[in-house]
């Protein structure tokens, strides 16, 4: 079936003023380290492949930032949560502070259902999950530790080149090629403190270099990173530390990257990484009520204490061949990421099994909790890109996908092994899709491109369940979610000259349909949930300028947006059970982001940007408790932020810079809420933001040393709230997630 068809076009108003983080460079940005000869102080212009070919990012018809990872890791933002709070129209929502876990969303695209509204890449490999079983909403590669080139987000529907989960954008990591003919190398040590916890440790490097010269080259690269953790484990009855920084985490992560050129025209690309995180407990503190109080102090928590790992692994390799006129790619990926969590559950369920079995209170010791989940993807694409010069650029292709998922639940009572609950469900996610795009030049200056893909998807889900807590044990074929999806692409780009370019862009995306858990009115027996998840579609109207002014004094990115989005995916709470639906009415989002750059020299730059997302429900939504007009949890309205940097010289062959940034995010709704006594969440908004960094570096020869303070006020805001009443008790459950205190940290990059 094909739910996709435009909504009501609107007519939109180029405004705004200009995007950019620090350091990132956002699409009309100059290169972050300009290059100026005495002769000629000429910016370099940053060449992108968002649109799967190679392109300057002035001439991309879209809003794209490109950052340079290296620049934020030496100045301690060591996450793409970092790079993304420097992006306009971008956020991520922390669900337990942690790298990698979370939601990445765009664009007034809140992320309310189990399937990701972001499309992750590494290169041409996608390594977001397609299930909604899988924890994909939840869990991200965070790969910017990695061997990366640049970090491409790109904002707005993709569902014409990226697919499913592209609804909001697209995350794309480029690595960098490995060397052919001169070897190349850098180590990074870097040690901070953070206040109120311990000492940070991360430790960075890579070599490459060729095996044959001119044909054959690897790369090898890894890292490790020890969070040290500021959140103390306090006892739930009498507060006091039980554990100090137990919000600790432990990261590693190394790769593989071969690249052999046969011929001129035939290329054979191999990669291989592993990154593995595991901590004890999430960064998440107790909250009284809705007043925000915390309940036993700043930065405490009384949750278990457990074992929570999460490993991903990708093996791709990528074929390139160019013929006359056009360049064929090939690329095959086996993705897989495992996520287990194992925590004590004795004080919660212990006494409710010996109740139920008769035993004697006390005689269960352990009741270990484990939540286990598993997902395998395959997927491989053809793409053809025309190289030909003349009127005419196309790209087609074929892309297929396989994914396998395993979640499951297990309450053990030890030592008597009685099973308190069992809950498994496996799926299998299968998708076939058809793309092309095909751009028509009318002049040199005048271009259209239209895009269509059309994409076959299916979603089969078996649903397992047993033990003391659930009675009956079931064994369940769900229903199986199948759909036909067309998505669309529309851009007009003009270019009044060299150093200007604007564009509209009308878009569409979708997530695909879902198999789906039932949830009955425990005294009625009445069906509450729905059988089926249908797809959700979404079209985004567009328009934007972006350029260079007064000899690249002035660099300008601008863009203004709507958003019709019909059948959006959304959890729903019944009694406690949380499962998915559609809102039937619809989202609507508008906004725009901003971004100016000033540079009134080559050693001197000043960079601002601004955002603005505003979404809305179109109806009443009772299915989600959810009323008209409602904002959507998760979109803040505002958010800016600016950076200002200064290069000096120390010396001949010494140089040195001051760098100072701000960063403010406004505050959001965690949840719907209608008063509803069946619907168990509570909204509670999150704090306002407002973080502010500096660093101090030198750059002598190959060594580059950067002293850095984030945070450097020490906000203690909370970036995300989670309240919900706990079933029965008439109680209610709030978390809040802090923002990282200062951190204080000196870094050291040696390159050879």
Wanted: aromatic share 10%; charged share 20%.
């Amino acid at each position: 079936m094909n739910g996709n068809k435009p909504g009501t076009k609107y007519s939109l108003i180029l405004a705004g003023l200009a995007t950019a983080g620090w350091p990132l460079t956002s699409l009309a940005d100059v290169a972050q380290d300009l290059e100026v000869s005495a002769a000629n102080e000429a910016v370099e212009k940053i060449t992108v492949t968002s649109s799967r070919r190679v392109q300057s990012i002035q001439d991309v018809p879209a809003a794209v930032s490109a950052v340079n990872p290296d620049e934020f890791v030496r100045s301690g933002l060591t996450s793409i949560s970092d790079v993304i709070g420097y992006t306009p129209g971008y956020q991520v929502i922390s669900e337990g502070g942690q790298r990698g876990r979370g939601s990445i969303t765009a664009r007034g695209v809140s992320q309310l259902g189990g399937t990701a509204v972001t499309a992750i890449y590494i290169d041409d490999v996608p390594l977001t999950s397609n299930s909604s079983f899988a924890k994909g909403n939840s869990l991200f590669f965070d790969g910017l530790l990695g061997d990366v080139e640049r970090v491409e987000l790109i904002k707005g529907p993709q569902g014409t080149l990226f697919g499913a989960t592209a609804i909001s954008g697209a995350i794309r990591y480029i690595s960098r090629e490995p060397a052919l003919f001169d070897a190349r190398g850098a180590l990074t040590a870097d040690m901070s403190a953070t206040k109120g916890g311990g000492i940070n440790k991360l430790y960075r490097g890579f070599y490459s270099l060729p095996l044959v010269e001119d044909r054959l080259g690897i790369t090898l690269a890894g890292f490790s990173a020890d969070d040290a953790g500021y959140v103390d484990q306090v006892d739930a009855l009498t507060g006091d530390v039980i554990r100090e920084d137990a919000n600790h985490g432990d990261n590693y992560g190394y790769s593989a990257d071969v690249l052999f050129d046969a011929t001129d025209k035939l290329s054979l690309r191999i990669k291989a990484l592993k990154q593995n995180s595991s901590f004890g407990m999430g960064s998440a503190v107790n909250i009284a009520g809705l007043d925000k109080q915390e309940m036993y102090g700043k930065l405490t928590s009384n949750r278990t204490f457990g074992d929570e790992n999460t490993s991903q692994r990708m093996l791709s390799g990528s074929l390139e061949y160019e013929m006359e006129g056009a360049v064929v790619n090939f690329t095959s990926s086996y993705v897989k990421y495992t996520s287990g969590l194992a925590q004590d559950g004795k004080p919660l369920y212990a006494p409710i099994i010996e109740q139920l079995t008769g035993m004697t209170p006390g005689s269960i010791d352990t009741v270990p909790v484990t939540v286990d989940v598993e997902s395998k993807k395959t997927t491989h694409e053809l793409r053809i890109t025309s190289t030909a010069q003349g009127k005419l650029e196309w790209i087609a292709g074929l892309y297929l996908a396989d994914e396998s998922t395993q979640n499951q639940q297990k309450i053990l009572a030890l030592p008597a092994e009685i099973v308190g609950l069992l809950a498994a469900f496996p799926s299998d996610y299968k998708e076939m899709a058809a793309f092309g795009n095909l751009t028509y030049y009318l002049s040199d200056d005048f271009d259209l491109t239209l895009g269509m893909r059309y994409a076959d998807t299916e979603l089969a889900l078996n649903y397992l369940r047993d033990g003391l807590l659930i009675g009956a044990s079931e064994d369940l074929t769900l229903p199986t979610a199948e759909a036909d999806i067309q998505t669309y692409l529309l851009t007009a780009r003009y270019r009044p000259h060299k150093d200007m370019s604007l564009y509209a862009r009308i878009a569409s995306g979708y997530r695909p349909a879902s198999a789906n858990l039932s949830i009955n009115h425990p005294v009625t027996g009445q069906l509450l949930s729905q059988p089926t998840v249908d797809q959700d579609n979404l079209w985004s109207y567009e328009i934007g300028a972006k350029g260079d002014w007064a000899d690249g004094l002035f660099s300008y990115d601008a863009a203004l947006w709507y958003i019709d989005w019909q059948d959006f995916q959304a959890y729903a709470s019944f009694f406690g059970l949380r499962t998915q639906g559609n809102a039937r009415g619809g989202v609507t989002a508008r906004g725009f982001e901003g971004a100016l750059t000033i540079s009134p020299s080559s050693s001197f730059t000043i960079k601002t940007s601004v955002a603005y997302s505003n979404s809305t429900l179109n109806e009443d939504e009772p299915s989600l408790f959810a009323l008209a007009g409602a904002d959507l949890p998760g979109v803040p309205r505002w958010s800016l932020s600016s950076i200002a940097r200064y290069e000096f010289d120390l010396s001949r062959d010494t140089y040195g810079w001051v760098t100072a940034g701000v960063r403010y995010r406004d505050s959001f709704p965690s949840a719907f809420n209608n008063g509803d006594p069946t619907n168990p969440t509570i909204n509670l908004d999150s704090d306002n933001t407002l973080l502010v960094d500096m660093s101090v570096g030198m750059a002598w020869q190959d060594l580059v040393l950067n002293l850095y303070v984030n945070n450097l006020l020490d906000a203690d805001d909370y970036a995300s709230f989670n309240a919900q009443m706990i079933p029965g008790t008439g109680n209610m459950d709030i978390t809040g997630t802090p923002v990282e205190p200062r951190t204080i940290g000196l870094s050291a990059t040696y390159s050879f």
